[in-house]
């Protein structure tokens, strides 16, 4: 069974910076691409950023585009989301997802709130 752990949400003012990291098990994650979805209170799942296997190309949503980095470590099974300047409307629990699968963690949540 593909076990995927998200960590590193928690609470921030705007602008501030948080580093979400998500741990795969039971993967061949290297051949893997990697996404991350953010679900707002209220909202539907919305993809944020992804990440493709080697060369590693990634793609942002518009609404972090420019403040935000996805990037992989694959000895380490292991993706991450760098969110900098963070704005209320990041607010929601975000989840960690292999690509063209239904394979999700349980999300790490993000409160930035003034």
């Known amino acids: 069974q593909v076990q995927l752990v998200e960590s590193g949400g928690g609470l921030v003012h705007p602008g501030g910076s948080l580093t979400l990291s998500c741990v795969a098990s039971?993967?061949?994650?290297?051949?893997?691409?990697m996404r991350w979805y953010r679900q707002a209170p209220g909202k539907e799942r919305e993809l944020v950023a992804t990440?493709?296997?080697?060369?590693?190309?990634?793609s942002y949503a518009d609404s972090v585009k420019g403040r935000s980095f996805i990037y992989r470590d694959d000895a380490e099974s292991t993706v991450y989301l760098q969110l900098n300047r963070l704005k209320p409307e990041a607010t929601g629990v975000h989840y960690c997802?292999?690509?063209?699968?239904?394979?999700w963690g349980l999300g790490t949540k993000v409160s930035v709130f003034s």
């Open positions: 997802n292999v690509g063209n699968t239904n394979f």
């Open positions: 039971r993967l061949a994650f290297s051949g893997c691409e």
């Open positions: 990440i493709s296997k080697r060369p590693s190309l990634s």
